[in-house]
């Protein structure tokens, strides 16, 4: 497909001339402009859809909040939607949180007035909806489209595009416990984070099936950060508590507790198998490499295009995750 | 410091509500009008400089064009670039490159009508600047602010924040060299990429201080991918070559190097040590510790708003970095 820096090195012209051509505006020599159809004709060039995507301005463009944009799973999200996006000639304006739910109360109670198309919501952190779902339905009544991105918010009219949580979780600490690995602790057991809620409850739901109950000094309630899964799993192993695996909420918390296990002289997986969650890039490049639980933030991302491009699409998307096994269990 | 949400608990409405009576758009009831008012005194409630940016549109955004968003590099630089920006009532737009040139022409282009207070640009991609100078004046004659973040272009008449490399690179080399850990292998010399280019040469530069010549044989030019790096190592270890170090162009490329080096029975660094460059988060808890050299994406984004702000500041700053002694060198 021919591109407008086709046409211009063909024109013999600048992009910017091929633009003004195209776009009536702006003053260009009529020798200049006759070079510039002549090869828009010769080459059939088609002005691409993000270039009228931004020529449009800003109501060709969702709003997308991010939980944290630092963290591996939201830039790999933001990548992915902007492309997705693209690919429907839309725009993307990119909010980061930083987990602050006065800054989300503070964009969505100014959405309405930024000429957007859409608001894409992608926070895991539990939401005050006494504030934040007056604010939704006022997004909603000023016409915009709301889309929920790993937040089930289905049941407040948000239609939610998200991945499978609580029973991949379950999956995984059962394949722990059929492998000999119990005792199995958790790390990151996030009370604030509605996938992290998530995540335990399929924790706690294999070991219901295999009729264990809970030892609350192996379930860590941390941060998602590789210090936090460092610190908590030391102070367990240095407390003296007795287990064979540990099912972290994401892989950051496992690179943590892979390396407080390393550095007391436990093997992984043989004294300690470590399973993570997300497949973050580095995971398999670790050593020992990560077994971990899959992420598809393109399939994510197509779906969230589907509701955006006005396509039929549920309320409810659920990405599957499956088990990637590595060298870590 | 008051915010909405308290002047809306103090008043009994909701924080939408508040938003109206300030704005003095939509209808609010006389009684609650009153109320609010009256919170807004008893509190001393001045509304947040970010919230009055996005009500003024997007002339109060910065668009801010990056290399790649799921490379950490540039995630950190625009979580801190978007705080640096809102401290100062600017808000931020993110266009991710994908590394694509025609991308980039098409967003420069398309930038002049779109609004934008200016455009910041990050990417270390060598620019073909007989398409990207004109294009870069011509958002300058539009009256749009513009900066380069990371690579210099100073000499084309745009201001540049950017990290020191290649003296970086040159001392990071020099401290392997003094070490006895040489001969020293180079991994993610990136002909296409200005900086890789620069933190080559830091290497070259550091070889000649030493009286040693280049052994083409030891310097490998690969993406910065973790893959790459675990091929490029495993395949010189695997021809017989010999190096007891690894200087990499970057975090990711040393995680696939030690990777590569530990699966073949390799000690890291009594056998061959490795230096990455970038201080990504995870280098400090992958075992050995990786060492690397500093980032300072805070710098960088403080740099940035002094510029976006109209306060004082050179055309060319230069952020210094430091060699992060840990376990792999």
């Known amino acids: 497909m021919a591109t407008v ?47 009228q995507g931004l020529r449009r301005g800003h109501g060709s463009a969702v709003g997308l909040l991010v939980g944290d944009i630092e963290q591996n799973v939201y830039s790999a999200l933001t990548k992915h939607v902007q492309t997705a996006l693209g690919g429907i000639g839309l725009d993307l304006m990119l909010y980061n949180l930083d987990h602050s739910a006065e800054r989300l109360s503070t964009i969505l109670e100014a959405a309405p007035a930024m000429g957007l198309r859409g608001v894409a919501l992608a926070t895991t952190d539990v939401l005050a909806m006494a504030t934040v779902g007056p604010q939704l339905r006022q997004l909603q009544a000023s016409g915009l489209l709301v889309v929920s991105i790993g937040q089930r918010l289905h049941r407040e009219g948000v239609p939610s595009v998200v991945h499978e949580e609580r029973s991949a979780a379950r999956r995984a600490v059962a394949y722990l416990l059929e492998s000999g690995r119990g005792p199995v602790a958790y790390l990151g057991r996030l009370s604030g984070s509605a996938v992290g809620t998530e995540r335990y409850r399929g924790y706690a739901a294999a070991l219901g099936d295999a009729g264990i109950a809970i030892d609350r000094d192996l379930v860590w309630d941390v941060s998602y950060r590789f210090a936090a899964g460092y610190e908590a799993t030391s102070r367990a192993l240095d407390a003296g508590r007795r287990f064979h695996a540990v099912q972290c909420g994401s892989d950051e918390l496992a690179l943590g507790a892979m390396a407080a296990i390393q550095d007391r002289g436990f093997a992984i997986p043989d004294d300690v198998a470590v399973i993570g969650f997300g497949a973050i890039g580095w995971g398999g490049h670790v050593r020992p490499a990560l077994t971990t639980i899959s992420v598809d933030p393109a399939a994510v991302a197509a779906r969230v295009a589907d509701h955006f491009a006005g396509r039929e699409a549920p309320a409810l998307t659920i990405i599957p995750r499956t088990l990637l096994r590595r060298g870590s269990a």
Do not use: C, H, Y
Request: aromatic share 2%; glycine share 8%.
């Open 5 to 51: 820096l086709d046409v211009a090195r063909l024109a013999g012209v600048s992009t910017a001339t091929v633009s003004r051509v195209l776009s009536g505006k702006g003053n260009v020599g009529e020798a200049a402009r006759e070079r510039v159809l002549s090869a828009v004709r010769a080459l059939d060039f088609q002005p691409n859809r993000m270039a």
